[in-house]
């Protein structure tokens, strides 16, 4: 028996940005700093996309069926939607055309370099954006913890094609085509982003707001999660 959707914090417009906003002004020191970074979209680097040789798509790795999700705190595609992101003046729509939970890292580990760290499962995401002039791919991946998610970003870093994802969500060509990559707590989070001559002048904000939007919304799942 299918079991109610959990409501995500992305659902709801600024409730990401009001919670970073709060802790920023209680936290001291680093941990301040962390936060402040994910409202600094422009923070973080960008990485030149090298594509990788295409080859077969990864399949989808389901669970046992027939069992009950457990109330823990693993990921799944179905608890992404679409995106739909406003803060201030500033508004991201983009529409959810894919998603795939994987049982394993092993479907969309190219180089072993995930399996390194202790990968223990991956989401893959893919949203379309101004009448599919922009495309976006968002690998989401989790460790068993923090140390074990900072080694996988150190392996990462620089390490083009090292992780598969699905060629057929993207654009052929491109203009814009780039790629970040993060880690927030025991996720890394990957997003790829691309877009043609009439997206190209939008691509690069959408990019940096879809990227740290997500990637901020794990400061607080993990804590949700066993509350």
């Not at 936060?35 to 040789?53: I, Q």
């Not at 990921?75 to 992101?85: L, T």
Request: proline share 7%; with cysteine.
């Amino acid at each position: 028996m299918a079991h109610p959707r959990q409501p995500d914090v992305r659902e709801y417009p600024g409730v990401v940005t009001a919670l970073v906003l709060i802790l920023v002004v209680l936290l001291p020191g680093g941990l301040a700093y962390s936060l402040y970074r994910y409202l600094d979209p422009a923070s973080a680097p960008a990485l030149t996309v090298s594509w990788p040789a295409a080859g077969p798509e990864p399949e989808e790795e389901p669970g046992p069926s027939g069992q009950a999700r457990p109330p823990d705190r693993r990921i799944h595609a179905d608890q992404y939607g679409d995106w739909n992101f406003r803060m201030g003046d500033v508004a991201f729509q983009a529409r959810k055309v894919g998603g795939w939970t994987y049982a394993s890292c092993a479907p969309v580990d190219r180089r072993g370099l995930l399996a390194a760290s202790g990968c223990e499962r991956v989401v893959q995401l893919a949203y379309r954006a101004y009448g599919g002039h922009l495309t976006a791919i968002q690998m989401i991946m989790a460790f068993p913890g923090e140390k074990a998610a900072q080694a996988a970003l150190k392996r990462l870093t620089g390490a083009s094609g090292a992780v598969k994802w699905r060629r057929d969500t993207m654009l052929d060509t491109y203009a814009y085509g780039k790629q970040r990559l993060t880690r927030t707590r025991s996720y890394v989070l990957l997003t790829v982003v691309t877009a043609d001559k009439t997206a190209r002048a939008r691509a690069a904000r959408f990019h940096r707001y879809l990227h740290a939007d997500h990637a901020a919304s794990f400061l607080f799942r993990d804590s949700a999660a066993s509350g």
